[in-house]
């Protein structure tokens, strides 16, 4: 019988498929994700405003889909140029690499830049070492889909004045059915391995086995399976509910999850169900 995984995987759902097939996997994708951009972005406004008249200090990116989103709504009122320029004279974060490219296609210098596995625990020790002092400094911090509440702590315990930016939210898919089916395939043993690329999938899919009655089953039923991780962000979140992470991608990218879940997985199934 081929290894049986489940992916949650929404905007390269095809993609993931094939990876996984290409490894000798049964794979099931069930998106779980759909990104809706905030369309009145009044909290990108109101930054643009406050950093053009020089009331911000250090501006965090956290993502690069994000930063290019932010620009967008910056420009429905503002000039590019103005914008930029503004952005030029604070402190310029990023958390990963991604944020990093489209900072260097901007002509924005970054000051600070997390090391790999680029969580909000590398970033906030990259930032203090930048930046001895955030006592009384503004940091605004573009946001990708949900909160990073644990990091905005942090840096308040700094006295620093936090100024969150969302840029865009996250929703469950029009279709929930393949996210459900998924819920009930776990619940029912029929998958060895379940891979998670980013926490918010994971927040999603327990919210589906919650409104199905079957939250405490489906991660009773996880604990069996093999997980598979794409990063120290996810696993994180993985962690949070109780769940093992077997298998993390290193470097964190979806074909090297795809191939390591494959590779690693069968034998790590076969000796947990014993």
């Known amino acids: 019988m081929p290894f049986r995984v489940c992916s949650l995987e929404s905007r390269r759902a095809g993609e993931m498929k094939s990876l996984l097939e290409r490894h000798g996997a049964a794979a099931t994708v069930a998106p779980s994700m759909r990104e809706i951009p905030l369309e009145e972005n009044v909290a990108a406004l109101d930054f643009a405003a406050a950093l053009l008249a020089g009331r911000i200090d250090v501006v965090v990116f956290m993502t690069g889909v994000g930063a290019k989103a932010l620009l967008e709504a910056v420009e429905t009122q503002y000039s590019r140029?103005?914008?930029l320029a503004a952005l030029r004279q604070c402190v310029v974060a990023v958390r990963g690499p991604k944020p990093q490219v489209v900072l260097?296609?901007?002509?924005?210098?970054?000051?600070?830049?997390?090391?790999?596995?680029?969580?909000?625990?590398?970033?906030?020790?990259?930032?203090?070492?930048?930046?001895?002092?955030?006592?009384?400094?503004?940091?605004?911090?573009?946001?990708?889909?949900?909160?990073?509440?644990?990091?905005?702590?942090?840096?308040?315990?700094?006295?620093?004045?936090?100024?969150?930016?969302?840029?865009?939210?996250?929703?469950?898919?029009?279709?929930?059915?393949?996210?459900?089916?998924?819920?009930?395939?776990?619940?029912?043993?029929?998958?060895?391995?379940?891979?998670?690329?980013?926490?918010?999938?994971?927040?999603?899919?327990?919210?589906?086995?919650?409104?199905?009655g079957l939250k405490e089953r489906f991660l009773a039923a996880a604990r069996d399976c093999v997980i598979g991780s794409i990063g120290p962000t996810a696993t994180e979140r993985i962690q949070a509910e109780g769940l093992k992470v077997d298998v993390e991608a290193s470097p964190p990218k979806m074909g090297v999850l795809a191939r390591e879940i494959c590779r690693q997985g069968p034998a790590i199934r076969t000796a947990r169900v014993k």
Not at 126 to 140: E, H, N, R, S, Y
Not at 154 to 165: F, G, I, K, S, W
Request: some cysteine; aromatic content about 8%.
């Open 81 to 83: 140029e103005e914008f």
């Open 104 to 212: 260097r296609e901007w002509k924005v210098a970054i000051d600070v830049q997390a090391p790999a596995p680029n969580t909000w625990h590398e970033l906030l020790a990259a930032m203090t070492a930048a930046v001895p002092c955030l006592a009384g400094k503004t940091v605004a911090v573009q946001e990708y889909g949900e909160s990073s509440e644990e990091f905005y702590g942090q840096l308040r315990e700094l006295e620093a004045n936090v100024l969150p930016v969302p840029v865009y939210r996250w929703a469950f898919p029009e279709d929930t059915g393949p996210l459900e089916a998924a819920v009930q395939a776990m619940v029912a043993g029929e998958f060895d391995a379940l891979i998670i690329t980013s926490a918010q999938q994971l927040t999603h899919l327990l919210m589906a086995a919650e409104s199905l």
